[in-house]
């Protein structure tokens, strides 16, 4: 059984990953507006994963017999400057969300809940490469600059990315 405090602490990060959602669903829209349809589409996967991430820590606290408390979001960004002002962005966001793993790992350890300790282990792994993805399509947004062939090329690439629902098991 989870302790209330361990709890309230996974009710908030339910908040913080459908923000995470809500936040790169507002990406996703504004790279639609500038005509970059492969970076919305990587937006939109990401999107959805981050959709998935909320709804596997509101399965495991059903699991645990916990009460759901849905927390309300808020509005998330709606324009950026540039492709790499949005990326810069979300690079700040998922280190964000991996303070916040971090920290729901020292609530686990802290209360001895080593079934939650063992949970968050996946979030754990899954921030590495949600930071990893992030800092890549940066290296590359500097490397293009200016260079509208260097954008087309990369919406391009970014426009390959297809969505994969998390399995039941993970």
């Not at 991996?98 to 802290?110: F, M, R």
Request: with cysteine.
């Amino acid at each position: 059984m989870l302790s209330k405090k361990m709890a309230a602490a996974l009710n908030k990060q339910i908040q913080e990953e459908l923000f995470s959602s809500y936040l790169y669903l507002s990406m996703s829209a504004h790279f639609s507006d500038m005509g970059l349809e492969g970076f919305a589409n990587w937006m939109s996967v990401q999107e959805k994963e981050e959709r998935d991430h909320a709804m596997k820590i509101y399965s495991y606290l059903l699991s645990q017999g916990a009460k759901i408390k849905l927390l309300q979001l808020d509005e998330p960004q709606h324009e950026w400057k540039t492709p790499l002002e949005m990326f810069q962005a979300g690079l700040k966001h998922e280190q964000h969300i991996t303070k916040c793993i971090n920290d729901l790992v020292d609530i686990a350890e802290k209360e001895k809940d080593r079934a939650t300790f063992n949970f968050l282990q996946w979030y754990i792994d899954e921030q590495v490469e949600e930071e990893e993805n992030a800092n890549g399509i940066l290296d590359k947004l500097n490397l293009i600059k200016n260079s509208s062939d260097g954008l087309f090329m990369l919406d391009k690439e970014l426009a390959q990315r297809v969505y994969t629902p998390l399995a039941a098991a993970e």
